[in-house]
């Protein structure tokens, strides 16, 4: 269903181009490309593809996968399963359970990860990178979650060593 000015979808069960408010065009341009349960609500957001996909911020993208949520302006979730990227250009390229919530803030996949802080990256499995600036990376040793603790910090676990 298309309820903006401007909006396009390519079929499919459940699929919205739109806000659903009908108060034209508060979010025009929006796109879905198909499968089910998509929306793109956002001003120039859109979904490609995928099952329970949002795009709700303005120029965000979801690429596919499964019951994921670009919400922040300018943010992307490329596919994998209940991802987020919720701020300002932030990134989510895969994997399942991971979040975005920082300004620019990228999490490249795996599972459990989490970059809060702007600019951060967290990566691997149970990574959270709280503040700005900060690069964590967490192997998949363990399923405790390891974090930075200041800002610009580069803190890595792996169980069977680094080399640089």
């Given at each position: 269903?298309?309820?903006?000015?401007?909006?396009?979808?390519?079929?499919?069960?459940?699929?919205?181009?739109?806000?659903?408010?009908?108060?034209?065009?508060?979010?025009?341009?929006?796109?879905?490309?198909?499968?089910?349960?998509?929306?793109?609500?956002?001003?120039n957001?859109?979904?490609?593809?995928?099952?329970?996909?949002?795009?709700?911020?303005?120029?965000?993208t979801?690429?596919?996968?499964?019951?994921?949520?670009?919400?922040?302006?300018?943010?992307?979730?490329?596919?994998?399963?209940?991802?987020?990227?919720?701020?300002?250009?932030?990134?989510?390229?895969?994997?399942?359970d991971?979040?975005?919530?920082?300004?620019?803030?990228?999490?490249?996949?795996?599972?459990?990860?989490?970059?809060?802080?702007?600019?951060?990256?967290?990566?691997?499995?149970?990574?959270?990178?709280?503040?700005?600036?900060?690069?964590?990376?967490?192997?998949?040793?363990?399923?405790?979650?390891?974090?930075?603790?200041?800002?610009?910090?580069?803190?890595?676990?792996?169980?069977?060593?680094?080399?640089?």
């Amino acid at each position: 269903m298309v309820t903006e000015d401007w909006d396009s979808f390519r079929g499919g069960p459940g699929n919205r181009g739109g806000d659903s408010t009908e108060t034209t065009p508060d979010a025009p341009f929006a796109t879905v490309g198909g499968a089910k349960g998509n929306a793109a609500s956002g001003a120039n957001a859109a979904v490609v593809g995928g099952t329970t996909n949002t795009a709700s911020g303005s120029h965000a993208t979801v690429g596919g996968g499964i019951t994921n949520n670009a919400s922040g302006q300018g943010a992307t979730v490329e596919g994998g399963d209940n991802n987020a990227a919720t701020a300002l250009n932030s990134t989510v390229a895969g994997g399942d359970d991971n979040t975005a919530s920082g300004t620019a803030s990228v999490v490249p996949g795996g599972s459990f990860n989490t970059a809060a802080g702007n600019y951060s990256l967290a990566a691997g499995q149970h990574a959270t990178a709280n503040n700005n600036g900060s690069f964590v990376w967490g192997d998949d040793s363990t399923t405790s979650t390891i974090q930075d603790t200041v800002v610009n910090q580069f803190i890595v676990r792996a169980a069977c060593g680094v080399s640089f």
